[in-house]
């Protein structure tokens, strides 16, 4: 299909293709002949009973077969794809240069042609090949417009509009050959990605769940040890910060892998909106951010996994904030649509994302920032879809980005 790519099994596959052509072709070729020589004039008013004395005779058989050990040194020597331009174009060649010889500066009306042709055109789809496709209807039209121009004779157009007609067939057939196969290696591909991020998955949720538990009695005693001496030391602060960190990132990790049973119970939004800023603060003010809440109807409790929720807009907040290194301001609205459905807004006056790395978000590990992990998308996307809702990105290069979260009220409808 693709002759840049040269694949073992795709070698094997136009290897088996080009031998069934050479047996075709050249069983078509003589049984063609046998047919037009001897088998029709003999019962029948049509046909030629002049083999082999017109155009080159015999030569013409002793030409078509010398195609035959050419092709097959190309075929051992590994590069099967060119044989069968080789056959096309040396076929013409020959076929010219016969129909020449029979008809140039005589008054025989031009009567020519072999299956062969025929052949040639429906082996394009059986090569998965559109330049082989071109090449075939354009010579073989070719052949009898020049051999037309040359014998001034109109009896070649019969020829011309068949191969036409039987072009465009093939060209369907190569067409559905194509799109079938295409879709064919996209599932493949898919296949390949599921399978892909399931081991990263597991292997992530594995790493994750043995830094956990380490990290939490890090974090008490680091705890501990601020009481003991508040006076001292400046940096348990950022210690405890930084082991926070290490904690949404191992959160992160673990829910990729996770055979995941989210625990629905009712909660409040608000409060799981609360509680991520109070998380978000601290990197916000450092960057100077403001963050606005416009919620201006109540939301009634949802039913949901809280702690997952919580995850999700750390993310989302975190992202916007490290959007916005020159400061300014991230509004969060929410909304209810119908009473049924709820829509919460984080909308951040960053730098935006462009067109092109948007296709990119789903992709675990995409990231463009120097310290970032390129899970916190994906999981949010994951763990919200889990909630039979949905994340719907826009964004305006160098203008911001508007993230909407949409969630269902109750998981029954
Ligand atoms: P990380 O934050 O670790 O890079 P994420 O999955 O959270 O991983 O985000 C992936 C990428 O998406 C980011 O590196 C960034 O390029 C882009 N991105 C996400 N949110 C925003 C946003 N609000 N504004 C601009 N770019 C964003
Ligand atoms: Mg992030």
């Known amino acids: ?75 051992k020597k590994g590069n099967p794809y060119l044989v069968k331009y080789i056959f096309l174009l040396g076929y013409l060649l020959i076929d010219i ?80 050959f194509y799109s079938y196969i295409s879709s064919l290696t996209s599932v493949h ?28 009695s890090l974090k008490g005693f680091t705890q501990l ?49 609360a509680y991520t800023l109070s998380i978000t603060q601290q990197q916000a003010e450092r960057q100077g951010v403001t963050i606005e809440k416009m919620m201006p109807v109540a939301i009634p409790p949802i039913e949901c996994d809280e702690k997952q929720l919580k995850q999700v807009f750390i993310n989302l907040i975190k992202n916007a904030i490290e959007s916005m290194s020159e400061g300014g301001t991230i509004k969060i609205i929410t909304d209810l649509l119908q009473g049924q459905k709820l829509h919460i807004i984080i909308q951040d006056e960053g730098i935006g994302i462009d067109d092109e790395n948007i296709l990119n978000l789903g992709e675990p590990f995409f990231t463009t920032k120097k310290d970032g992990t390129g899970l916190g998308l994906m999981v949010s996307n994951q763990i919200i879809r889990d909630h039979n809702g949905e994340i719907n990105i826009e964004s305006n290069l160098g203008k911001g980005t508007k993230i909407t979260v949409k969630l269902p009220i109750s998981q029954k409808s």
Not at 189 to 216: C, F, T, Y
């Open 225 to 273: 040890q601020q009481e003991r001496n508040p006076s001292t030391n400046e940096f348990y602060p950022i210690m405890i910060q930084e082991i926070d960190r290490i904690n949404l990132i191992v959160n992160d990790l673990m829910y990729l892998g996770k055979p995941r049973v989210t625990e629905f119970e009712k909660a409040s939004i608000e409060k799981v909106i």
């Open 97 to 176: 240069i016969d129909n020449l010889l029979i008809y140039f500066g005589t008054s025989i009306p031009f009567a020519s042609g072999n299956i062969v042709e025929l052949l040639f055109l429906f082996f394009s789809p059986i090569f998965v090949n559109k330049k082989y496709f071109w090449t075939v209807s354009i010579g073989i039209v070719g052949k009898y417009l020049l051999l037309g121009i040359v014998l001034q004779d109109a009896n070649v157009l019969p020829p011309i509009i068949i191969t036409i007609i039987l072009s465009a067939i093939a060209f369907i057939l190569l067409i559905r």
């Open 1 to 75: 299909m693709n002759e840049g790519i040269r694949s073992p099994k795709l070698l094997f596959e136009e290897k088996k293709a080009i031998k069934l052509f050479l047996w075709l072709f050249y069983f078509f070729f003589v049984t063609f002949d046998i047919f037009w020589y001897f088998v029709l004039p003999k019962y029948t008013s049509y046909g030629k009973n002049d083999f082999p004395e017109s155009g080159l005779g015999y030569w013409l058989y002793f030409w078509v077969f010398s195609l035959l050990p050419i092709s097959i040194s190309f075929i």
């Open 189 to 216: 591909e898919e296949l390949r990605q599921k399978e892909k991020l399931a081991v990263i998955g597991r292997m992530a949720a594995a790493i994750g769940h043995e830094i956990r538990n380490p990290l939490s």
